[in-house]
């Protein structure tokens, strides 16, 4: 059942909270091992939140709009009296966090009920969820196959049907790869939207926070309770909310499908996908965006950088406890000559302003959210556009010079037989509500479905 | 432009840095140094006006 459909059975009478939790509980500790999106289960305060909405309810409060929906976070986001483990061994013997994190907060506050925490790439440098301290999450769909990351867990949770919701981070893809692999939605807002106050950072200066959700409803809904600005974050602006639940049914009135770049990294069905959307949404145009390719290769050199510097001094000291599979890129990084991180950082304020004329044009943006549907475990090379390329960090080739440019991005999963592959709905800064325009439409007209695999 | 001796840049800016690698890993970011390298001439080849300055705290 979808997230505002639960809310609505409870308000109604018709569920309790407590039912609720319990179901996702047992369900999760029935399938869990087989997808491994878990990290930790807090059994107890979901209990204790059930119990409470129930009560609230009893004695007639007014419910709050998330009222008794059960969600997980991100291993990234702090939970109080949990470790923030941020998907690394090494943080294992992190104390507790003290408090949630904001948006765990906002969700709280929503009447939403945390059910735990869910697996990720180590440190969110990488776009599988193959992490070698804590077991690679498994797609619900085919469990021989990646469900992408970072935010793996998140994504496999949803598309597994244990949550309706759940929040992860995108910094280069990883809340629209996994979105897109796994068959749900995700949103990635403007960068600066959501306060990522609370969360393990990775690159601060590409760092974004965002749900993941079964139906384009549930994702507003959701966004809508997360708004709102928060001064302890300095990269979040201090916009007041712009909710977008009622103002989903709007149709886009000037959408582009985008090319070049967009289908040489495309297999045929992701490129077929984009078509399909585009051409649903009444595209009236093809274009390619300037100099993408350096976009993303500037997005590539920003993360590398920011994410060695991070890191440095615990890889000096713990090397070999760090994760083998980016351990010697985050070294790499460390070593980045500053001329490539101030090129890449004005190689951006150009992009953004190339993105603003594009976008005076241009509603919503339609593009492939990842080259291919999910691939097997362990896989390491892929060809795309005739180029032998590196899998793990080429899953993220199309979502990359998106974020760098801090656009909001729905993704919404392309109805189908196959594995699912999602597309991305890309709108000017601040404009979510026309991505969800997008996907609301795509939803209504059967083009986009979100695939939940059997409970 | 010159291009970059990833090699002996590789091994400078590691000692540089206090970073004790042995041959293996040397080899092994020296790889991955390589491919950021290539990204990054791809960007340094584009001319970008002086007016255009980064932006620590991106605003879209």
């Given at each position: 059942?979808?997230?505002?459909?639960?809310?609505?059975?409870?308000?109604?009478?018709?569920?309790?909270?407590?039912?609720?939790?319990?179901?996702?509980?047992?369900?999760?500790?029935?399938?869990?091992?087989?997808?491994?999106?878990?990290?930790?289960?807090?059994?107890?305060?979901?209990?204790?939140?059930?119990?409470?909405?129930?009560?609230?309810?009893?004695?007639?409060?007014?419910?709050?709009?998330?009222?008794?929906?059960?969600?997980?976070?991100?291993?990234?986001?702090?939970?109080?009296?949990?470790?923030?483990?941020?998907?690394?061994?090494?943080?294992?013997?992190?104390?507790p966090a003290r408090s949630d994190a904001v948006l765990v907060q906002r969700m709280r506050?929503?009447?939403?009920?945390?059910?735990?925490?869910?697996?990720?790439?180590?440190?969110?440098?990488?776009?599988?969820?193959?992490?070698?301290?804590?077991?690679?999450?498994?797609?619900?769909?085919?469990?021989?196959?990646?469900?992408?990351?970072?935010?793996?867990?998140?994504?496999?949770?949803?598309?597994?049907?244990?949550?309706?919701?759940?929040?992860?981070?995108?910094?280069?893809?990883?809340?629209?790869?996994?979105?897109?692999?796994?068959?749900?939605?995700?949103?990635?807002?403007?960068?600066?939207?959501?306060?990522?106050?609370?969360?393990?950072?990775?690159?601060?200066?590409?760092?974004?926070?965002?749900?993941?959700?079964?139906?384009?409803?549930?994702?507003?809904?959701?966004?809508?309770?997360?708004?709102?600005?928060?001064?302890?974050?300095?990269?979040?602006?201090?916009?007041?909310?712009?909710?977008?639940?009622?103002?989903?049914?709007?149709?886009?009135?000037?959408?582009?499908?985008?090319?070049?770049?967009?289908?040489?990294?495309?297999?045929?069905?992701?490129?077929?996908?984009?078509?399909?959307?585009?051409?649903?949404?009444?595209?009236?145009?093809?274009?390619?965006?300037?100099?993408?390719?350096?976009?993303?290769?500037?997005?590539?050199?920003?993360?590398?950088?920011?994410?060695?510097?991070?890191?440095?001094?615990?890889?000096?000291?713990?090397?070999?406890?760090?994760?083998?599979?980016?351990?010697?890129?985050?070294?790499?990084?460390?070593?980045?000559?500053?001329?490539?991180?101030?090129?890449?950082?004005?190689?951006?304020?150009?992009?953004?302003?190339?993105?603003?004329?594009?976008?005076?044009?241009?509603?919503?943006?339609?593009?492939?959210?990842?080259?291919?549907?999910?691939?097997?475990?362990?896989?390491?090379?892929?060809?795309?556009?005739?180029?032998?390329?590196?899998?793990?960090?080429?899953?993220?080739?199309?979502?990359?010079?998106?974020?760098?440019?801090?656009?909001?991005?729905?993704?919404?999963?392309?109805?189908?037989?196959?594995?699912?592959?999602?597309?991305?709905?890309?709108?000017?800064?601040?404009?979510?509500?026309?991505?969800?325009?997008?996907?609301?439409?795509?939803?209504?007209?059967?083009?986009?479905?979100?695939?939940?695999?059997?409970? | 432009?010159?291009?970059?001796?990833?090699?002996?840049?590789?091994?400078?800016?590691?000692?540089?840095?206090?970073?004790?690698?042995?041959?293996?890993?040397?080899?092994?970011?020296?790889?991955?140094?390589?491919?950021?390298?290539?990204?990054?001439?791809?960007?340094?080849?584009?001319?970008?006006?002086?007016?255009?300055?980064?932006?620590?705290?991106?605003?879209?």
């Amino acid at each position: 059942m979808d997230a505002l459909s639960v809310a609505a059975c409870i308000r109604a009478g018709e569920l309790s909270a407590v039912q609720v939790v319990e179901t996702a509980l047992s369900a999760i500790e029935r399938r869990n091992a087989a997808i491994g999106c878990f990290i930790k289960v807090t059994a107890d305060r979901a209990r204790a939140e059930a119990r409470a909405v129930d009560q609230l309810r009893k004695l007639g409060g007014e419910l709050p709009p998330l009222a008794g929906v059960p969600f997980a976070v991100k291993d990234l986001f702090d939970v109080a009296g949990v470790p923030t483990l941020a998907g690394s061994a090494l943080r294992k013997s992190a104390p507790p966090a003290r408090s949630d994190a904001v948006l765990v907060q906002r969700m709280r506050e929503a009447g939403a009920i945390l059910v735990g925490t869910l697996s990720m790439d180590a440190y969110a440098y990488g776009f599988t969820t193959e992490n070698t301290a804590f077991g690679t999450t498994r797609n619900p769909h085919d469990p021989s196959r990646i469900a992408g990351g970072s935010s793996g867990g998140s994504a496999a949770a949803v598309a597994a049907g244990l949550v309706p919701l759940a929040l992860g981070s995108d910094t280069n893809g990883s809340i629209r790869v996994p979105a897109s692999l796994c068959g749900v939605f995700g949103l990635k807002p403007t960068y600066g939207r959501l306060p990522r106050t609370g969360s393990y950072p990775f690159v601060d200066s590409l760092d974004h926070l965002g749900p993941f959700a079964t139906t384009s409803a549930d994702l507003a809904a959701c966004y809508d309770v997360l708004q709102g600005p928060d001064a302890s974050d300095r990269a979040c602006a201090q916009r007041q909310a712009e909710p977008v639940s009622r103002t989903a049914a709007d149709r886009p009135h000037r959408v582009a499908r985008l090319t070049g770049y967009f289908d040489r990294y495309a297999s045929d069905e992701a490129r077929a996908a984009s078509r399909r959307a585009a051409y649903a949404l009444g595209a009236i145009d093809e274009i390619e965006l300037p100099e993408v390719h350096r976009a993303r290769a500037a997005a590539f050199i920003i993360t590398a950088a920011e994410a060695g510097e991070r890191h440095l001094q615990t890889l000096k000291e713990c090397y070999a406890e760090f994760e083998p599979l980016s351990r010697d890129r985050l070294l790499a990084g460390a070593l980045t000559p500053a001329m490539w991180y101030v090129k890449a950082q004005r190689l951006r304020a150009w992009f953004r302003g190339q993105m603003a004329r594009i976008f005076a044009r241009f509603d919503v943006l339609v593009a492939p959210a990842t080259p291919v549907s999910a691939t097997a475990i362990g896989m390491e090379w892929i060809e795309l556009g005739g180029e032998k390329l590196p899998l793990r960090a080429s899953m993220g080739l199309l979502t990359q010079p998106i974020s760098f440019a801090g656009l909001p991005v729905v993704t919404v999963p392309i109805a189908g037989t196959g594995m699912p592959v999602g597309v991305q709905l890309i709108a000017a800064p601040w404009r979510e509500d026309r991505c969800f325009a997008a996907a609301a439409n795509l939803e209504r007209m059967g083009i986009a479905q979100a695939r939940i695999t059997e409970r | 432009m010159k291009r970059l001796d990833v090699e002996n840049f590789v091994i400078a800016a590691a000692r540089a840095q206090g970073l004790d690698l042995d041959a293996e890993q040397l080899q092994r970011v020296g790889a991955v140094f390589a491919r950021n390298a290539e990204l990054a001439e791809l960007m340094l080849e584009l001319d970008l006006p002086d007016s255009i300055e980064p932006a620590p705290v991106f605003e879209p």
